[in-house]
Protein backbone atom coordinates (compact mmCIF):
# COMPACT_ATOMS: atom_id res chain seq x y z
CA UNK A 1 0.00 0.00 0.00
CA UNK A 2 2.76 2.59 0.95
CA UNK A 3 4.42 1.75 -2.24
CA UNK A 4 1.35 2.63 -4.34
CA UNK A 5 0.89 5.79 -2.40
CA UNK A 6 4.95 6.88 -3.58
CA UNK A 7 4.31 5.73 -7.28
CA UNK A 8 1.25 7.69 -7.51
CA UNK A 9 2.53 10.64 -5.65
CA UNK A 10 6.02 11.07 -7.67
CA UNK A 11 3.77 10.28 -10.68
CA UNK A 12 1.88 13.91 -9.46
CA UNK A 13 4.36 15.97 -8.82
CA UNK A 14 6.36 14.69 -12.24
CA UNK A 15 3.31 16.02 -14.40
CA UNK A 16 2.82 18.93 -12.62
CA UNK A 17 6.22 20.12 -12.56
CA UNK A 18 6.35 18.75 -16.77
CA UNK A 19 3.39 21.61 -17.05
CA UNK A 20 5.02 23.98 -15.51
CA UNK A 21 8.50 24.15 -16.65
CA UNK A 22 6.29 23.28 -20.16
CA UNK A 23 8.23 20.12 -20.84
CA UNK A 24 5.85 17.13 -22.42
CA UNK A 25 3.75 15.04 -20.18
CA UNK A 26 4.74 12.11 -21.37
CA UNK A 27 8.20 12.84 -19.30
CA UNK A 28 6.03 13.42 -15.56
CA UNK A 29 4.84 9.90 -16.99
CA UNK A 30 8.04 7.92 -17.85
CA UNK A 31 9.03 9.07 -14.21
CA UNK A 32 5.97 7.79 -12.78
CA UNK A 33 6.19 4.38 -14.56
CA UNK A 34 10.30 4.01 -14.04
CA UNK A 35 9.11 4.64 -10.10
CA UNK A 36 6.74 2.27 -10.75
CA UNK A 37 9.28 -0.34 -12.01
CA UNK A 38 11.81 0.50 -9.13
CA UNK A 39 9.11 -0.73 -6.88
CA UNK A 40 8.35 -3.97 -8.62
CA UNK A 41 11.99 -5.15 -8.92
CA UNK A 42 12.12 -4.30 -5.08
CA UNK A 43 9.12 -6.17 -4.39
CA UNK A 44 10.57 -9.35 -6.51
CA UNK A 45 9.73 -8.85 -9.73
CA UNK A 46 12.43 -9.30 -12.69
CA UNK A 47 13.32 -6.78 -14.80
CA UNK A 48 11.51 -9.08 -17.68
CA UNK A 49 8.19 -9.62 -15.53
CA UNK A 50 8.10 -5.80 -15.51
CA UNK A 51 8.83 -5.18 -19.29
CA UNK A 52 6.46 -8.03 -20.13
CA UNK A 53 3.70 -5.70 -17.21
CA UNK A 54 4.37 -2.94 -19.94
CA UNK A 55 3.91 -4.15 -23.05
CA UNK A 56 0.74 -5.94 -21.46
CA UNK A 57 -1.06 -2.72 -20.64
CA UNK A 58 0.34 -1.00 -24.21
CA UNK A 59 -1.46 -4.08 -26.06
CA UNK A 60 -4.92 -3.13 -24.84
CA UNK A 61 -4.48 0.23 -26.78
CA UNK A 62 -2.23 -0.40 -30.01
CA UNK A 63 -5.71 -0.13 -31.98
CA UNK A 64 -5.84 3.51 -30.67
CA UNK A 65 -2.52 3.84 -31.28
CA UNK A 66 -3.45 3.28 -34.83
CA UNK A 67 -5.97 5.64 -35.51
CA UNK A 68 -4.42 8.28 -34.02
CA UNK A 69 -1.07 7.71 -36.21
CA UNK A 70 -4.17 7.35 -39.22
CA UNK A 71 -5.94 10.57 -37.90
CA UNK A 72 -2.69 12.79 -37.71
CA UNK A 73 -2.04 11.59 -41.45
CA UNK A 74 -5.95 12.34 -42.36
CA UNK A 75 -6.51 15.68 -40.60
CA UNK A 76 -3.09 16.83 -42.28
CA UNK A 77 -3.77 15.76 -46.29
CA UNK A 78 -7.06 16.61 -45.77
CA UNK A 79 -6.43 20.02 -45.40
CA UNK A 80 -3.94 20.26 -48.19
CA UNK A 81 -6.73 18.25 -51.09
CA UNK A 82 -9.25 20.50 -49.86
CA UNK A 83 -11.66 18.84 -47.74
CA UNK A 84 -11.30 20.95 -44.27
CA UNK A 85 -11.53 24.02 -46.67
CA UNK A 86 -13.73 22.76 -48.18
CA UNK A 87 -16.09 21.84 -44.50
CA UNK A 88 -15.30 25.37 -43.50
CA UNK A 89 -16.26 27.24 -47.27
CA UNK A 90 -19.63 25.41 -46.70
CA UNK A 91 -20.18 26.36 -43.27
CA UNK A 92 -19.68 30.02 -43.83
CA UNK A 93 -22.02 30.06 -46.68
CA UNK A 94 -24.86 30.23 -44.85
CA UNK A 95 -23.73 32.78 -41.95
CA UNK A 96 -24.67 35.97 -43.27
CA UNK A 97 -27.21 37.35 -41.14
CA UNK A 98 -27.29 34.31 -38.81
CA UNK A 99 -26.36 33.92 -35.16
CA UNK A 100 -22.55 33.55 -35.47
CA UNK A 101 -22.29 32.17 -31.88
CA UNK A 102 -25.24 29.12 -32.85
CA UNK A 103 -23.56 28.36 -36.12
CA UNK A 104 -20.07 28.75 -34.33
CA UNK A 105 -21.69 25.75 -31.89
CA UNK A 106 -23.44 23.75 -34.48
CA UNK A 107 -20.42 24.29 -37.18
CA UNK A 108 -17.48 23.24 -34.52
CA UNK A 109 -20.17 20.50 -33.77
CA UNK A 110 -20.37 18.77 -36.98
CA UNK A 111 -16.78 18.81 -38.00
CA UNK A 112 -15.65 17.75 -34.57
CA UNK A 113 -18.03 14.57 -35.08
CA UNK A 114 -16.93 14.53 -38.46
CA UNK A 115 -12.69 14.43 -37.53
CA UNK A 116 -13.20 12.98 -33.80
CA UNK A 117 -11.20 15.47 -32.51
CA UNK A 118 -11.54 18.89 -30.38
CA UNK A 119 -8.35 20.59 -30.86
CA UNK A 120 -8.48 19.66 -34.78
CA UNK A 121 -11.57 21.48 -35.17
CA UNK A 122 -10.77 24.53 -32.90
CA UNK A 123 -7.17 24.72 -34.58
CA UNK A 124 -9.32 24.73 -37.88
CA UNK A 125 -12.69 25.70 -37.60
CA UNK A 126 -12.28 27.45 -34.22
CA UNK A 127 -9.46 29.87 -35.42
CA UNK A 128 -11.68 30.84 -38.75
CA UNK A 129 -14.40 31.97 -36.35
CA UNK A 130 -12.10 33.62 -34.17
CA UNK A 131 -10.80 35.89 -37.45
CA UNK A 132 -14.40 36.07 -38.62
CA UNK A 133 -15.32 37.99 -35.00
CA UNK A 134 -12.77 40.61 -35.33
CA UNK A 135 -14.54 43.63 -36.12
CA UNK A 136 -18.10 42.15 -35.66
CA UNK A 137 -18.50 43.43 -31.80
CA UNK A 138 -19.09 39.73 -30.59
CA UNK A 139 -17.86 38.70 -26.93
CA UNK A 140 -14.68 36.21 -27.41
CA UNK A 141 -15.42 34.62 -24.61
CA UNK A 142 -18.89 33.74 -25.95
CA UNK A 143 -17.80 32.89 -29.02
CA UNK A 144 -14.72 30.52 -27.76
CA UNK A 145 -17.64 28.86 -25.41
CA UNK A 146 -19.48 28.16 -28.16
CA UNK A 147 -16.58 27.08 -30.31
CA UNK A 148 -14.98 24.87 -27.16
CA UNK A 149 -18.61 23.25 -26.58
CA UNK A 150 -18.89 22.51 -30.06
CA UNK A 151 -15.37 20.95 -30.54
CA UNK A 152 -15.70 18.75 -27.42
CA UNK A 153 -19.10 17.19 -28.24
CA UNK A 154 -17.28 15.43 -30.91
CA UNK A 155 -14.07 14.82 -29.24
CA UNK A 156 -16.71 12.80 -26.36
CA UNK A 157 -18.77 11.36 -29.25
CA UNK A 158 -17.57 10.89 -32.24
CA UNK A 159 -16.72 7.14 -34.03
CA UNK A 160 -13.14 8.55 -34.91
CA UNK A 161 -12.80 10.16 -30.94
CA UNK A 162 -9.54 8.78 -29.62
CA UNK A 163 -10.82 9.26 -26.42
CA UNK A 164 -14.00 7.37 -27.60
CA UNK A 165 -11.97 4.84 -28.68
CA UNK A 166 -10.00 4.38 -25.55
CA UNK A 167 -12.46 4.26 -23.32
CA UNK A 168 -14.13 1.41 -25.45
CA UNK A 169 -11.44 -0.54 -25.29
CA UNK A 170 -10.54 0.53 -21.21
CA UNK A 171 -13.97 -1.10 -20.53
CA UNK A 172 -14.13 -3.49 -22.88
CA UNK A 173 -17.08 -2.01 -24.78
CA UNK A 174 -18.26 -1.52 -28.10
CA UNK A 175 -17.64 2.03 -29.69
CA UNK A 176 -21.04 2.12 -31.81
CA UNK A 177 -23.07 0.81 -28.44
CA UNK A 178 -21.45 3.62 -26.20
CA UNK A 179 -22.53 6.61 -29.01
CA UNK A 180 -26.34 4.73 -28.83
CA UNK A 181 -26.27 4.83 -24.84
CA UNK A 182 -24.88 7.98 -24.59
CA UNK A 183 -27.39 10.00 -26.54
CA UNK A 184 -30.05 9.64 -23.44
CA UNK A 185 -27.38 12.42 -21.42
CA UNK A 186 -26.33 14.30 -24.93
CA UNK A 187 -29.63 14.91 -26.64
CA UNK A 188 -31.38 16.94 -24.12
CA UNK A 189 -27.87 18.96 -22.93
CA UNK A 190 -27.35 19.49 -26.63
CA UNK A 191 -31.06 20.77 -26.65
CA UNK A 192 -30.52 23.22 -23.79
CA UNK A 193 -26.72 24.29 -25.28
CA UNK A 194 -28.42 25.10 -28.67
CA UNK A 195 -31.24 27.28 -27.02
CA UNK A 196 -28.92 29.36 -24.84
CA UNK A 197 -26.46 29.87 -27.79
CA UNK A 198 -29.76 30.74 -29.85
CA UNK A 199 -30.92 32.96 -27.55
CA UNK A 200 -27.06 34.70 -26.20
CA UNK A 201 -26.53 34.97 -29.79
CA UNK A 202 -29.58 36.79 -30.95
CA UNK A 203 -27.75 40.08 -29.36
CA UNK A 204 -24.92 39.21 -31.90
CA UNK A 205 -26.48 38.81 -35.27
CA UNK A 206 -24.19 39.50 -38.28
CA UNK A 207 -25.17 41.58 -40.87
CA UNK A 208 -21.93 42.10 -42.66
CA UNK A 209 -20.93 39.77 -44.81
CA UNK A 210 -17.41 41.31 -45.88
CA UNK A 211 -15.75 38.85 -43.86
CA UNK A 212 -17.22 35.88 -44.59
CA UNK A 213 -16.48 36.34 -48.18
CA UNK A 214 -13.30 37.05 -48.03
CA UNK A 215 -12.83 33.69 -46.37
CA UNK A 216 -14.80 32.34 -49.54
CA UNK A 217 -12.71 33.76 -51.43
CA UNK A 218 -9.51 32.84 -50.50
CA UNK A 219 -9.90 29.39 -49.79
CA UNK A 220 -11.82 28.91 -54.04
CA UNK A 221 -8.63 30.94 -55.09
CA UNK A 222 -6.56 29.10 -52.80
CA UNK A 223 -8.00 24.95 -52.55
CA UNK A 224 -10.10 23.07 -54.70
CA UNK A 225 -13.41 23.54 -53.32
CA UNK A 226 -16.28 21.38 -53.85
CA UNK A 227 -18.22 18.33 -52.78
CA UNK A 228 -15.83 15.90 -54.18
CA UNK A 229 -13.90 16.86 -51.11
CA UNK A 230 -16.37 16.37 -48.85
CA UNK A 231 -16.29 12.07 -50.29
CA UNK A 232 -13.73 10.65 -47.54
CA UNK A 233 -15.02 11.85 -44.64
CA UNK A 234 -18.67 10.48 -45.54
CA UNK A 235 -17.21 6.87 -46.80
CA UNK A 236 -15.60 7.04 -43.24
CA UNK A 237 -19.35 7.50 -41.52
CA UNK A 238 -20.51 5.20 -44.28
CA UNK A 239 -18.33 2.33 -43.07
CA UNK A 240 -18.11 3.07 -39.13
CA UNK A 241 -22.22 3.79 -39.14
CA UNK A 242 -23.83 1.36 -41.85
CA UNK A 243 -21.59 -1.23 -43.12
CA UNK A 244 -19.94 -1.51 -39.18
CA UNK A 245 -16.52 -1.49 -39.78
CA UNK A 246 -14.12 -0.82 -37.28
CA UNK A 247 -13.00 2.28 -37.22
CA UNK A 248 -9.43 1.94 -37.75
CA UNK A 249 -10.47 0.62 -41.20
CA UNK A 250 -12.89 3.37 -41.85
CA UNK A 251 -10.47 5.48 -41.40
CA UNK A 252 -7.80 3.70 -43.73
CA UNK A 253 -10.54 4.09 -46.65
CA UNK A 254 -11.15 7.62 -45.79
CA UNK A 255 -7.37 8.32 -45.94
CA UNK A 256 -6.97 6.09 -49.44
CA UNK A 257 -9.59 7.79 -50.55
CA UNK A 258 -8.18 11.29 -49.88
CA UNK A 259 -4.86 10.39 -51.27
CA UNK A 260 -6.46 9.15 -54.71
CA UNK A 261 -8.76 12.67 -54.64
CA UNK A 262 -5.18 14.72 -53.90
CA UNK A 263 -3.21 13.08 -56.44
CA UNK A 264 -5.58 12.90 -59.30
CA UNK A 265 -8.02 15.29 -59.03
CA UNK A 266 -6.19 18.45 -56.90
CA UNK A 267 -2.62 17.22 -58.65
CA UNK A 268 -0.31 16.72 -55.78
CA UNK A 269 2.67 15.27 -56.26
CA UNK A 270 2.95 11.62 -54.29
CA UNK A 271 6.21 12.94 -52.69
CA UNK A 272 4.67 16.12 -51.40
CA UNK A 273 2.03 14.21 -50.23
CA UNK A 274 3.73 11.68 -48.15
CA UNK A 275 5.80 15.13 -46.73
CA UNK A 276 2.80 16.46 -45.67
CA UNK A 277 1.12 13.23 -44.31
CA UNK A 278 4.35 12.87 -41.80
CA UNK A 279 5.31 16.44 -41.17
CA UNK A 280 1.83 18.09 -41.74
CA UNK A 281 0.66 20.97 -43.96
CA UNK A 282 1.92 24.29 -43.75
CA UNK A 283 0.42 26.41 -46.46
CA UNK A 284 2.47 29.52 -48.04
CA UNK A 285 -0.22 32.03 -47.62
CA UNK A 286 0.02 33.44 -44.25
CA UNK A 287 -3.27 34.29 -43.30
CA UNK A 288 -4.49 31.15 -44.45
CA UNK A 289 -1.38 29.32 -42.28
CA UNK A 290 -3.68 30.99 -39.31
CA UNK A 291 -6.50 29.18 -39.41
CA UNK A 292 -5.67 25.80 -40.13
CA UNK A 293 -1.29 24.47 -40.94
CA UNK A 294 0.37 21.32 -39.02
CA UNK A 295 -1.21 17.96 -37.80
CA UNK A 296 0.47 14.86 -39.38
CA UNK A 297 1.81 12.26 -37.91
CA UNK A 298 4.73 14.40 -35.97
CA UNK A 299 2.28 16.41 -34.23
CA UNK A 300 0.55 12.88 -32.86
CA UNK A 301 4.37 12.12 -31.47
CA UNK A 302 3.64 13.90 -28.28
CA UNK A 303 0.04 12.41 -27.48
CA UNK A 304 1.01 8.62 -28.31
CA UNK A 305 3.87 8.73 -25.85
CA UNK A 306 1.39 9.99 -23.02
CA UNK A 307 -0.85 6.74 -24.13
CA UNK A 308 1.86 4.34 -23.90
CA UNK A 309 3.51 5.59 -20.88
CA UNK A 310 0.14 5.89 -19.21
CA UNK A 311 -1.25 2.19 -20.33
CA UNK A 312 2.25 0.72 -19.50
CA UNK A 313 2.17 2.23 -16.31
CA UNK A 314 -1.56 1.08 -15.55
CA UNK A 315 -0.06 -2.31 -16.80
CA UNK A 316 2.39 -2.59 -14.12
CA UNK A 317 0.01 -1.10 -11.34
CA UNK A 318 -2.26 -4.03 -12.58
CA UNK A 319 -0.30 -6.86 -12.81
CA UNK A 320 1.48 -6.14 -9.31
CA UNK A 321 -1.91 -5.11 -7.20
CA UNK A 322 -0.04 -2.14 -6.16
CA UNK A 323 -3.90 0.11 -7.26
CA UNK A 324 -5.47 -3.14 -6.09
CA UNK A 325 -5.94 -0.98 -1.89
CA UNK A 326 -7.40 2.07 -3.37
CA UNK A 327 -9.86 0.74 -6.17
CA UNK A 328 -11.09 -1.93 -3.29
CA UNK A 329 -11.30 1.29 -0.97
CA UNK A 330 -13.65 2.83 -3.36
CA UNK A 331 -15.63 -0.32 -4.30
CA UNK A 332 -16.53 -1.16 -0.07
CA UNK A 333 -17.94 1.97 -0.05
CA UNK A 334 -20.41 2.06 -3.19
CA UNK A 335 -24.14 0.82 -2.02
CA UNK A 336 -25.92 1.27 -4.95
CA UNK A 337 -26.58 2.11 -8.65
CA UNK A 338 -26.82 5.89 -7.90
CA UNK A 339 -23.69 5.73 -5.62
CA UNK A 340 -21.46 4.14 -8.60
CA UNK A 341 -22.61 6.54 -11.29
CA UNK A 342 -21.38 9.32 -8.84
CA UNK A 343 -17.97 7.86 -7.94
CA UNK A 344 -17.57 6.67 -11.23
CA UNK A 345 -17.95 10.51 -12.70
CA UNK A 346 -15.83 11.90 -9.35
CA UNK A 347 -12.87 9.77 -9.54
CA UNK A 348 -12.80 10.42 -13.65
CA UNK A 349 -13.28 14.07 -12.95
CA UNK A 350 -10.57 14.06 -10.07
CA UNK A 351 -7.92 11.89 -11.75
CA UNK A 352 -8.47 14.18 -14.74
CA UNK A 353 -7.81 17.41 -12.26
CA UNK A 354 -4.66 16.03 -10.68
CA UNK A 355 -2.91 14.51 -14.00
CA UNK A 356 -3.51 17.57 -15.73
CA UNK A 357 -4.43 15.02 -18.80
CA UNK A 358 -7.51 13.65 -20.37
CA UNK A 359 -5.88 9.75 -21.03
CA UNK A 360 -5.80 8.83 -17.20
CA UNK A 361 -9.06 9.78 -16.90
CA UNK A 362 -10.48 7.54 -19.09
CA UNK A 363 -7.49 4.34 -18.12
CA UNK A 364 -7.92 4.52 -14.55
CA UNK A 365 -11.84 4.64 -13.84
CA UNK A 366 -12.15 2.44 -17.11
CA UNK A 367 -9.89 -0.64 -15.60
CA UNK A 368 -10.66 -0.76 -12.60
CA UNK A 369 -13.92 0.08 -11.95
CA UNK A 370 -15.74 -2.75 -14.99
CA UNK A 371 -15.60 -5.23 -12.55
CA UNK A 372 -17.67 -3.17 -10.07
CA UNK A 373 -20.14 -2.71 -12.85
CA UNK A 374 -20.01 -6.39 -13.42
CA UNK A 375 -20.65 -7.02 -10.03
CA UNK A 376 -23.66 -5.17 -9.90
CA UNK A 377 -25.11 -6.38 -12.80
CA UNK A 378 -25.22 -2.75 -14.80
CA UNK A 379 -23.78 -2.36 -18.30
CA UNK A 380 -20.08 -1.61 -19.26
CA UNK A 381 -21.88 0.76 -21.53
CA UNK A 382 -22.98 2.37 -18.90
CA UNK A 383 -19.53 3.17 -17.23
CA UNK A 384 -18.10 4.54 -20.26
CA UNK A 385 -20.41 6.82 -20.67
CA UNK A 386 -19.98 8.17 -17.62
CA UNK A 387 -16.49 8.64 -17.95
CA UNK A 388 -17.00 10.37 -21.42
CA UNK A 389 -19.77 12.94 -19.58
CA UNK A 390 -17.12 13.53 -16.80
CA UNK A 391 -13.49 13.32 -16.67
CA UNK A 392 -13.37 13.64 -20.82
CA UNK A 393 -15.80 16.39 -21.44
CA UNK A 394 -14.30 18.66 -18.98
CA UNK A 395 -10.99 18.56 -19.46
CA UNK A 396 -11.30 22.28 -20.85
CA UNK A 397 -12.55 23.69 -17.95
CA UNK A 398 -10.02 22.78 -15.82
CA UNK A 399 -7.20 25.79 -16.71
CA UNK A 400 -4.21 24.06 -15.98
CA UNK A 401 -4.87 21.21 -17.85
CA UNK A 402 -3.36 20.55 -21.15
CA UNK A 403 -6.81 20.83 -23.45
CA UNK A 404 -7.29 24.10 -21.62
CA UNK A 405 -4.13 25.29 -22.23
CA UNK A 406 -3.98 24.56 -25.58
CA UNK A 407 -7.22 26.09 -26.60
CA UNK A 408 -6.05 29.12 -25.09
CA UNK A 409 -2.59 29.15 -26.57
CA UNK A 410 -4.95 28.33 -30.55
CA UNK A 411 -8.01 30.63 -29.59
CA UNK A 412 -5.62 33.83 -27.55
CA UNK A 413 -7.50 34.11 -24.84
CA UNK A 414 -7.41 32.31 -21.14
CA UNK A 415 -9.63 29.35 -19.86
CA UNK A 416 -10.99 31.42 -17.39
CA UNK A 417 -12.32 33.71 -19.48
CA UNK A 418 -14.27 31.59 -21.97
CA UNK A 419 -15.15 28.76 -19.52
CA UNK A 420 -18.26 30.60 -17.96
CA UNK A 421 -19.92 30.17 -21.58
CA UNK A 422 -18.59 26.59 -22.75
CA UNK A 423 -22.07 25.31 -21.64
CA UNK A 424 -21.80 22.21 -23.39
CA UNK A 425 -18.88 21.07 -20.98
CA UNK A 426 -20.25 21.76 -17.76
CA UNK A 427 -23.90 20.93 -18.21
CA UNK A 428 -23.22 17.60 -19.68
CA UNK A 429 -21.57 16.33 -15.94
CA UNK A 430 -24.52 17.95 -14.25
CA UNK A 431 -27.28 16.40 -15.85
CA UNK A 432 -24.97 13.13 -15.48
CA UNK A 433 -25.23 13.35 -12.04
CA UNK A 434 -28.71 14.28 -11.91
CA UNK A 435 -29.98 11.88 -14.63
CA UNK A 436 -30.39 8.22 -12.36
CA UNK A 437 -32.77 10.07 -10.10
CA UNK A 438 -34.97 10.54 -13.16
CA UNK A 439 -35.06 6.96 -13.33
CA UNK A 440 -35.81 3.98 -11.44
CA UNK A 441 -32.93 1.83 -12.84
CA UNK A 442 -32.91 -1.70 -12.63
CA UNK A 443 -29.81 -3.94 -12.70
CA UNK A 444 -29.51 -4.61 -16.10
CA UNK A 445 -31.19 -1.43 -17.15
Given amino acids: MQSTYVVILITLISIITAILLHLPIYL ?145 TNVIDNIKHMQYTTIPVFISTFLIYWYLGNKFINTNTNGIKHFQNLFISTFNIGFISLVPPALILICAVIFKMSIVKSIFIGLLSSVFISLYINNLTLTNLLKIAVYGYYPLNKEISKIMSGSGFISMINVLLVIIFSTGLNGILEDTKMIKPLIEKISYSIKNFKDLIYKTALLSFIISVITCNQTLS ?26 SDSGIITVPLIPWNVNAILVSSIMKISAIKYIPFAFFCYLLPLFTLIYPNFRNIKSKN
Fill in 28 to 172: GLLTGLLTASFFSIINGYSIKDVFKMFFSGIKNVYTVLIMLSLIGMLISIWMASGTIPSMIYYGFKYLSNTNIILAAFLTCSIISMILGTALGTISTVGSAFLSLSIGLNIPLPLLVGAVVSGAYLGDRTSPMSSSLNLTATMTE
Fill in 362 to 387: SIIPGQYLKQIYDKFEIPKSTLARTI
